[in-house]
């Protein structure tokens, strides 16, 4: 195996009882650090440590990552013009941050007649966002509603 000393110099080839006296010798543990490579690498230091460097660049990793969420607009086929440029500002927002949108176009009482205002509608919305954001999922009708999902291109 390939050993590495505690401060990072390379102490050439050894076999495995040399390795672990070395590093008996040092006051520290054999970690083996590339099994795949050939010969293998190990190195000589404090495993306690090791493990909390690990733990430390995990951390540092998962603060990196950006959770996805999946924001919901409700809507009406009756919306208004102003509550229209609401939502849409809103839809904006979200897609800028990264989440993606659910909208949901619920009918009520007797517009369940009138479903093509409701796909009309929807149809307006990918086409007012159609530079930033993707339909994920197409409408589709989910008992008196329809629900589309779009995310961010």
């Known amino acids: 195996m390939r ?5 990072g110099s390379n102490l050439g080839v050894v076999d495995r009882e040399t390795a672990i006296r070395k590093a008996d010798e040092a006051g ?4 083996e650090i ?6 293998p690498v190990c ?8 493990k909390y460097e690990i733990q430390k660049k995990e951390n540092e990793a998962k603060k990196k990552q950006k959770v996805i969420e999946v924001k919901e607009l409700k809507v009406r ?5 102003h509550d229209y440029g609401v939502k849409m500002r809103a839809l904006k927002r979200f897609i800028e941050e990264g989440d993606k949108v659910k909208i949901t176009l ?6 369940m007649v009138h479903q093509e205002l409701g796909q009309q509608l929807l149809e307006r919305i990918r086409n007012d966002n159609e530079a930033l954001a993707k339909v994920e999922q197409e409408p589709r009708m989910e008992g008196r509603q329809i629900v589309m999902v779009l995310a961010p291109k």
Do not use: H, M, T
């Open 106 to 111: 619920r009918f009520r009482g007797r517009e």
């Open 43 to 50: 190195k000589i230091l404090d495993l306690g440590k090791y």
């Open 28 to 31: 520290f543990d054999l970690v």
């Open 77 to 81: 086929p009756s919306i208004g013009q």
């Open 34 to 39: 590339s099994p795949g490579a050939s010969p």
């Open 3 to 7: 050993l590495i000393a505690n401060d």
